[in-house]
């Protein structure tokens, strides 16, 4: 039984397995002529945390490969968790209706921990600022798409950086390929966590902190902005503080590289200008839409097919 549950967990064959299949599944999207793979499966989708894209994008990734759906949105309101029960028994009885669950949860860890008892597959869909591994996955997919190649790159990410589950994600599957470098630029109050550096040193992986965005603006073949995780803040006093301490202006393109190409998971809130949504280099749109054809291969990874 294979779980989704962390970019940690995966090795390069397996990401090399499922760009590939990501790019087959493109392929049949956009020819109209999809393979009907799974048929007999039920995909059930619960989701305690807001959430446009993941779910959506999950939902009809089963949708089009011919599963059926079951979905549980807003589900701290909506599920019997409102009542009281505990995660493990809802996942328990998930188990025993749908072949795979896909689930998001505002507590970092717990789909790890539900799915050590879980009888079906668990795909984590994000778990509060820890992680969000089929991000990660959309994220590698986009690069190599819009740069050609997944090594030899200069890339920033920028904003909320102590929060960003998407950040934490990419950096470990990024850190496969050769020759890349991060560089990490945020307001010191929104620095990676001092247990993201150990990691990253640990690991030898190649990387610079700044918070100035001038500075790495001409370098980079990308920058990957992220919101401030309004939802993670002990107080709205200090969201308040910080929320608007780092924003993408249209006056910073010009010093961007032409090829290079700006991402953000998306939802976007003030951290990047309007107008940015107009220049080529702006991936974000193309980025979501790519979460489909790998949320596709994620379910015939997951069922070995
Ligand atoms: N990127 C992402 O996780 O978006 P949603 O919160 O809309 O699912």
């Known amino acids: 039984m294979k779980h989704i549950l962390s970019s940690l967990q995966f090795k390069k064959e397996d990401l090399e397995k499922i760009l590939k299949r990501a790019s087959v599944m493109e392929g049949q999207c956009k020819s109209g002529k999809i393979k009907k793979l799974l048929e007999d499966k039920i995909i059930a989708c619960i989701f305690f945390e807001p959430s446009t894209r993941t779910r959506l994008s999950f939902e009809a990734a089963a949708l089009k490969l011919g599963a059926k759906v079951i979905s549980a949105e807003n589900a701290m309101e909506s599920s019997s968790a409102f009542k009281g029960e505990n ?175 700006i991402m953000h998971a998306l939802p976007k809130v003030n951290e990047i200008e309007a107008d940015v949504d107009l220049d080529s280099r702006a991936t974000y749109f193309r980025q979501a839409q790519n979460g489909l054809y790998v949320r596709m291969a994620l379910f015939l990874y997951v069922f070995g097919l």
């Open 87 to 261: 995660i493990g028994d809802t996942t328990r009885i998930l188990c025993s209706y749908a072949d795979v669950v896909v689930i998001r949860h505002p507590q970092a860890g717990v789909v790890e921990a539900v799915a050590k008892i879980s009888t079906k597959p668990m795909i984590n869909a994000g778990d509060g600022a820890n992680q969000h591994p089929s991000q990660a996955l959309l994220d590698l997919y986009t690069i190599k798409k819009e740069h050609g190649r997944l090594s030899n790159l200069q890339i920033a990410f920028g904003g909320d950086l102590l929060n960003s589950r998407t950040m934490r994600s990419l950096v470990p599957l990024l850190a496969f390929y050769l020759k890349n470098k991060f560089y990490f630029v945020s307001p010191k109050e929104l620095a990676i966590s001092r247990e993201f550096r150990n990691y990253l040193t640990k690991n030898k992986i190649s990387f610079e902190e700044t918070s100035n965005l001038e500075k790495i603006l001409s370098k980079v073949d990308v920058l990957y902005m992220t919101r401030v995780q309004k939802e993670r803040f002990a107080s709205s006093r200090t969201y308040e503080k910080v929320k608007d301490l780092f924003i993408l202006k249209n006056a910073h393109l010009k010093f961007l590289k032409k090829n290079a190409i």
